[in-house]
């Protein structure tokens, strides 16, 4: 038994790894290993050899140790027995090897059972961490927590184990007790700190944490001039809190008392990303804290605060805008942090919590795209605050989360702080969120989190230090979980206890967190009494001069107009006009149509596709018959031989959901890629810039907040969000009404975001018919966006190149078509599009009709019923109708409106659309043509309406009433009655 078979009765696959690690070692040095492995070891032959190399993959072997220790000793008690003729005596040798093997299982077993004991405590070690600083939430004894659990009593507790390398980092020691292990595994995972990071996927990401967090003595850490900068953080955090609560009594401020040491972890994670290369950091956050951080964090000056608290507007006098409360507002600053530049800004956003996350990371994602940080994206980082409540309750943090790893969306990773109040509002977290925590969201996309108590300073930097150095590392979201309190109510002036008084009892009788950690710092020798309340003391008065100074503070400098905003101008400076000429020469159209329908040789297009881009060939040889989509292409195209890059997101958009763009041509062989916009002139013949189109993850919501952030910090780029079908905006109806409509009046940001919202009435249902017209119109008032709904390609074309040729940003909204894509008259010649053309925002009558005198009746419209229209009077041959319309409703063009209406002094004006009467434009434009009408004197000075009647839903799901519906109104619109044969169908 001294070979193989001592083995077979020992070595299990539990116990291979742990048998051939132990054998290897004895090799080395048999004085290294427990003397009942000494016996077997010894007594082992090759084949048993072999079989422990081959669970090890070492490269030793018994002649191996032969030739490197001939002389090793083998302990006495491991030398077989001989009888008088040199034979072992096979008898002597059982007993011992017998007693062996039931020692190595013994041993083993105490092995593997200790390593379930240290697993258990790294998954779930978080369980039994100390992380309230109220002391309410006292955590439960877990039983995977109890060594009882892994049979070990009370009497096993001092008995050495051998462990192998799996406590090396925080025992440094092969072997020790249970207790030994408790200790250590205890104090890295159920202190102050508690760690959930062993569902991440990614074992170097997995590792990596397991290490930092067994490794690093956090306490041992932390030099006394470290300590110091904490304590002034904290100084500033909660002093400038108590001075805003002493001199504003009962103004809403929605303060970070209870949260101050968010503040030296924002401190820390900036300073740790500027030392790892970081040159951009864009905040996003909630109102609670947002005053704090501006000042203390992002250097907002006091005296500006000051002067907002005391009713003064936070921009120049001479700047236009509703403007917002101070707890919304953002700014930005340049900080020399580690020796480095680092742009600083903290985005304004409204009490929608969470809404600004994606804007954010849409902010930063360009920052990175245009300084050519396209490959690690570590040159920028977002970190979005949330609440608990928000964390665990609004859905925007999961679509958020679930852009970071997608080629599109990634920015290399976002650091999520929340401030975890344990409340939101009145709501404790028994009512907030199912999960144990207001972080299990983020497992989803295993994001490590880090739970930490607040009132623990040094832990909290410690963990915002370790999610920075993981951000630029791995390229990945972070969680850092601040567990703390909020000291007064919701607001200041609102009354808690009302509702949780058991909480603010305890908070009531709780320190503040600098004075626990000031008076920690005095015990600990790191600065005396007297140093401690001199700081304060320092700080206070400051804020006293600054308070002092604000009541003469006056903005002076539009600092929205600055770096990459350069040469922008302010909203309203130039008016609408509309006559800029925006068309290319026909060379370049042409350039532009031949990269549209050439695909390289080796490349294997769909054979559909292929007879597509040999009719756009088609088309710019005869110049004639440009559809939508090759419209939209050559608009896309002249900007970027203009040198202006393009992004375009949404649901499908690359093929497009009527299959109309074909943008990212697909190989039907392999799969690969070729965008036709990215190949119109070779580098060496000019160059061009890029076009980046990607099919969106199935969000509104997150994806329209990240493609508004992406125009916030790049004016130059034209940036395209579409709608899979435009009803689907609804479910970003936040970002649109407050960043979108209201951004620019609210908090002076400019955005040029374009929006293409299919619409259309074709029998399709109330959900694939109205991109909802009427909600962006009713949003629409001081020159705030524009709202267009085009009938041509080649006006199409046009208004998306005036996007990029004004010198101020104005988001667009667009009533795409769906019919009209390939609807045989919704096509333009291409020298509508040639240089010295322009966008038109009213068409006026195309066919040849009789003289405006005789004309009875002018039918206004919009969009796509136009060519129902044209069609119904073709086909009746009606003269005395004319039919215009109105490509562009917001900003309402009252003098091309005019001069189209003007001709038509003895006809009724008529309103047509496909929309309910309390949809589409009608509420809108009825009274604005009215004022023209009046202003033009002629004898009707209102216009009547055709179209559906009023509706809860958008439209009807039935083919057949839909057909009655759009004959009725065209008939209606243009004054004619239904024939016999149609009364009849």
């Not at 290294?32 to 422990?52: G, M």
């Not at 990071?197 to 001039?225: K, S, Y």
Request: glycine fraction near 8%; proline fraction near 5%.
């Amino acid at each position: 038994m001294a070979g193989v078979d001592i083995l077979a009765t020992a070595f299990s696959g539990g116990n291979a790894a742990f048998l051939a690690d132990l054998y290897a070692r004895w090799v080395s040095d048999p004085g290294s290993v427990d003397p009942s492995f000494v016996t077997l070891f010894a007594a082992l032959d090759d084949e048993a050899v072999s079989v422990l190399q081959d669970a090890s993959g070492a490269s030793w072997s018994p002649r191996h140790f032969e030739v490197e220790r001939p002389d090793a000793p083998v302990p006495a008690a491991a030398k077989p027995a001989s009888g008088k003729d040199g034979s072992s005596s096979k008898a002597a040798a059982a007993a011992p090897a017998a007693a062996a093997a039931d020692q190595i299982r013994a041993s083993a077993d105490d092995s593997l059972r200790a390593m379930q004991l240290i697993r258990a405590y790294r998954v779930r070690g978080h369980l039994e961490a100390r992380l309230d600083p109220l002391g309410l939430q006292i955590p439960k004894s877990h039983a995977d927590l109890d060594p009882a659990t892994y049979g070990f009593t009370a009497a096993d507790l001092d008995r050495p184990i051998y462990l192998g390398r799996a406590m090396g980092l925080l025992l440094r020691s092969e072997v020790a007790t249970i207790r030994e292990i408790l200790v250590a595994i205890r104090s890295a995972y159920c202190g102050p700190i508690g760690a959930e990071f062993m569902h991440v996927q990614d074992p170097a990401q997995r590792g990596w944490l397991q290490a930092q967090i067994e490794d690093r003595n956090w306490r041992e850490a932390f030099a006394p001039d470290q300590k110091k900068t904490i304590l002034r953080q904290l100084d500033e955090a909660e002093g400038f809190e108590a001075f805003c609560q002493k001199r504003y009594v009962g103004t809403k401020r929605f303060g970070l008392e209870g949260g101050e040491v968010a503040i030296p972890a924002l401190h820390t994670i900036i300073q740790q990303a500027a030392r790892d290369g970081v040159r951009s950091v864009a905040i996003g956050m909630p109102h609670r804290g947002r005053l704090n951080t501006l000042v203390n964090v992002v250097r907002k000056p006091y005296t500006a605060v000051f002067s907002e608290f005391a009713g003064a507007s936070f921009k120049p006098d001479d700047v236009q805008g509703s403007g917002d409360v101070k707890y919304h507002l953002g700014t930005s600053t340049d900080l020399e942090i580690e020796g480095r530049q680092v742009h600083i800004s903290l985005q304004p956003n409204p009490s929608h919590l969470e809404a600004v996350d994606p804007v954010v990371i849409g902010k930063i994602r360009a920052g990175q795209d245009a300084s050519g940080d396209t490959a690690t994206r570590r040159s920028g980082l977002g970190i979005l605050m949330h609440g608990d409540a928000a964390f665990a309750g609004q859905g925007l943090v999961y679509e958020t989360m679930a852009m970071s790893q997608l080629i599109g969306y990634r920015t290399g990773g976002t650091i999520h702080v929340v401030v975890n109040n344990q409340i939101g509002f009145t709501t404790v977290s028994a009512h907030a969120y199912s999960g144990l925590y207001c972080t299990d969201i983020a497992k989803a996309v295993q994001s490590a989190i880090l739970h930490v108590n607040g009132d623990e300073p040094e832990a909290v930097v410690f963990c915002a230090r370790l999610c920075a150095e993981f951000r630029q590392k791995f390229a990945a979201d972070i969680v850092l979980d601040i567990v703390c309190y909020r000291r007064h109510g919701h607001n200041e002036s609102d009354e808690p206890a009302f509702t949780q008084p058991t909480m603010y009892k305890a908070i009531r009788g709780r320190p503040t967190t600098r004075t626990l950690y000031a008076d920690r710092l005095v015990r600990e020798g790191v600065l005396t009494v007297e140093e401690e309340q001199a700081g304060w003391s320092a700080f206070q008065a400051q804020l006293e001069n600054d308070y002092k100074a604000s009541q003469s503070y006056r903005p002076n400098k539009a600092d929205w107009l600055e770096g990459v905003w350069t040469g922008m101008k302010q909203s309203g400076e130039n008016g609408q006009s509309s006559d800029q000429p925006t068309g290319l020469p026909i060379e370049m159209l042409k350039q532009i149509g031949l990269a549209l329908g050439t695909v390289p040789k080796d490349f294997n297009a769909h054979s559909k596709i292929v007879r597509q881009l040999e009719a756009k060939l088609a088309m710019f040889e005869s110049g004639q018959g440009i559809d939508w989509a090759t419209g939209e292409a050559l608009a896309f195209g002249g900007l970027l031989l203009d040198g202006h890059r393009v992004r375009l997101s949404g649901e499908d958009c690359q093929r497009g959901t009527f299959s109309q763009r074909h943008a990212v041509l697909i190989d039907q062989t392999n799969q690969n890629e070729y965008v036709p916009l990215n190949n119109i002139r070779s580098a060496d013949a000019g160059g061009q810039a890029g076009i980046e189109i990607y099919n969106s993850l199935l969000s509104e919501f997150g994806v329209l907040g990240f493609e508004y952030g992406y125009t916030l910090a790049d004016p130059r780029t034209l940036v395209l969000w579409e709608a899979q079908f435009g009803d689907f905006a609804n479910g970003a109806q936040v970002i649109i009404d407050q960043f979108i409509a209201s951004g620019e009046t609210k908090w002076l940001r400019m955005s040029g975001l374009v929006m293409l919202l299919p619409h259309g009435y074709e029998g399709q249902g109330p959900e694939h018919s109205s991109a909802r017209l009427e909600r962006y119109l009713q949003l629409c008032a001081e020159n705030n966006m524009q709202v267009c709904n085009i009938t041509t390609p080649a006006n199409y074309y046009h208004a998306l190149r005036r996007q990029m040729k004004r010198n101020y940003r104005k988001p667009l909204i667009v009533m795409t078509p769906k019919s009209l894509l390939r609807h045989k008259l919704a096509v333009s010649p291409l020298s509508d599009m040639e240089a010295g053309t322009w966008f038109k925002p009213v068409i006026e009558e195309t066919d040849a009709i009789g003289p405006a005198a005789k004309v009875k009746r002018v039918v206004l419209c919009s969009g796509k019923v136009y060519y129902d229209l044209l069609a119904e009077r073709r086909e009746r041959q009606l003269q005395d109708v004319a039919i215009l319309r109105l490509e562009q409703i917001y900003p309402f063009p009252d003098e091309e409106l005019g001069r189209a209406l003007a001709p038509y002094k003895n006809a009724e004006i008529i309103w047509c659309q496909e929309e309910p009467e309390n949809a589409g434009g009608w509420t809108f434009v009825d009274r604005r043509i009215e004022a023209v009408l009046k202003r033009l004197g002629l004898k009707v000075n209102r216009p009547a309406y055709a179209g559906r009647i009023a509706a809860a839903s958008p439209a009807t799901g039935l083919a057949r009433t839909h057909g009655t519906q759009q004959a009725t109104l065209v008939r209606d619109a243009l004054g004619v009655q239904a024939t016999a044969d149609e009364k009849a169908a």
